[in-house]
């Protein structure tokens, strides 16, 4: 597994491909989903409600790392701090 640093900053998008990689991440999950409230339906998550997730996490300073095996994401931070998102393809799984 390969964690690198993608700082955020309240005000700068997330790249457009790590958006569309964060979204299928969190619609992967849509049991945890349901549970967390993050989103109004977890059947249909969508980039824009993705990026405000990511905003809220975004303070200055701060660094969240994707998680990567391989080319493929398989772990991102929630917005609160030590809670990752696996996605339901990879839990239980070595990655």
């Not at 790590?18 to 969190?26: D, F, I, W």
């Not at 303070?59 to 969240?64: K, L, M, N, P, Q």
């Not at 994401?73 to 239980?92: A, D, F, I, M, N």
Request: proline share 14%.
């Amino acid at each position: 597994m390969i964690l690198t640093a993608l700082p955020l900053a309240a005000g700068h998008d997330i790249p457009g491909p790590l958006l569309t990689e964060l979204t299928a991440l969190y619609a992967s999950n849509r049991e945890f989903q349901a549970l967390s409230g993050d989103f109004p339906d977890p059947h249909d998550i969508r980039p824009e409600q993705v990026a405000a997730l990511a905003e809220q996490a975004a303070t200055e300073g701060a660094e969240v790392l994707p998680a990567r095996s391989g080319e493929r994401l398989v772990g991102w931070p929630s917005p609160w701090p030590g809670t990752p998102t696996p996605p339901t393809r990879t839990r239980g799984s070595d990655c």
